[in-house]
């Protein structure tokens, strides 16, 4: 049980030299990303569902303990807006399913267009398999009501902390035994990093909020010029200042090599 810190995403070209040594293929960079952290947040399914054999692939090139979260497709989200949410759910578990114990949770992000109906998520949320940890983020500020939260304890599901301009864009609720929190885009230069002190507090937030038996899991989106690495990694020494248990982060002196 610990605080699982990770980025949004392992390809991105402007991590070489960053994360990447020069000379690593871009065809190893998923096992190279997990030589340092033990978790990603995909986005890919998001964009197009990938196969099953993909997902099994990732599971092949990642070692034990890693975990992987996973965006729910924007045909789901943006598209079907939560509606009819049986196949498109039962789509997504079924080829995720191949992850194995590499799966971790489930991200629904939802569009920032869509207003809140509690009932609509309380039958999307119902469709997931039983164990299945689903992390919600509204983008929509009439998703704040009490009938939301209450939707969100009874499901099981997390509200999905967020991030941008180094300040939160939900509220802080705690909704079920485990967290996740997403950060977007920091105020510090060069843009778009974190300073030390929007970082300390969010470590704070978390140990104030979570017992060190939890599972919080952290992802940062921030990852023009590999912000989202250097953050990651600033990010995990924070935590443990606040005496709490962090998964594998790069050592800050330079991960490529």
């Not at 000379?23 to 569902?49: D, I, K």
């Not at 498109?88 to 207003?115: D, H």
């Not at 990694?233 to 606040?242: C, D, E, K």
């Amino acid at each position: 049980m610990t605080v699982l810190v990770g980025t949004s995403g392992w390809q991105y070209k402007d991590w070489r030299e960053v994360l990447y040594p020069r000379e690593r293929p871009q065809r190893l960079w998923l096992e190279e990303y997990a030589r340092h952290f033990a978790t990603v947040e995909s986005n890919a399914a998001f964009y197009r569902l990938p196969e099953e054999k993909t997902f099994a692939d990732w599971r092949d090139r990642t070692p034990d303990g890693f975990v992987m979260a996973v965006k729910a497709s924007r045909y789901l989200t943006h598209i079907k807006r939560l509606r009819e949410p049986q196949e498109p759910v039962g789509r997504l578990m079924s080829r995720a399913a191949a992850l194995g114990p590499r799966l971790g949770p489930v991200l629904l992000q939802l569009p920032p267009t869509l207003k809140a109906d509690a009932g609509l998520l309380d039958d999307c949320l119902s469709c997931f398999p039983a164990g299945t940890r689903v992390a919600v983020e509204p983008r929509h500020p009439s998703w704040w009501t009490a009938e939301v939260r209450t939707v969100l304890e009874r499901r099981g599901a997390a509200l999905c902390w967020a991030d941008r301009g180094s300040r939160p864009v939900t509220p802080l609720w705690r909704t079920t035994d485990w967290g996740y929190l997403r950060f977007h885009e920091g105020r510090a230069e060069p843009w778009p990093r974190y300073g030390r002190q929007a970082l300390t507090t969010w470590a704070r937030r978390i140990a104030d909020t979570w017992p060190d038996r939890a599972d919080v899991y952290t992802y940062f989106n921030n990852d023009p010029g590999g912000a989202a690495v250097r953050d990651a990694t600033t990010f995990a020494r924070a935590v443990t200042a606040r005496g709490r248990t962090v998964s594998r982060a790069p050592s800050g002196r330079g991960a490529a090599r």
